[in-house]
């Protein structure tokens, strides 16, 4: 299980994680990109979304050991 958060100081909302990770992410009413369920669609969905993001809104973290999968920190391999 994953822990996803925007940051709606960033958000431009255009809809691109909306669009890939569709069970996750739905717009607000300033259509700005809002988690429903971080896990209605498959991690690496979510994933994906998070770094098609242009202003690098999302950031996806595993819920039970609260290691950041995105984005990289500094220094990681994978
Ligand atoms: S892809 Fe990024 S900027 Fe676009 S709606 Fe989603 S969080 Fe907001």
């Known amino acids: 299980m994953v822990k996803v958060e925007v940051d709606h100081g960033l958000c431009v909302g255009n809809a691109m994680c909306v669009a890939t990770a ?12 809002t988690v429903v369920d971080a896990g209605g669609d498959p991690a690496a969905l979510v994933l994906e979304a998070a770094a098609n993001c242009p202003v690098s809104a999302i950031r996806v973290t595993d819920a039970e050991t609260g290691r950041t999968l995105f984005p990289p920190e500094p220094g990681a391999t994978s």
């Open 22 to 33: 569709p069970g996750v992410f739905v717009h607000n009413e300033h259509r700005q990109s």
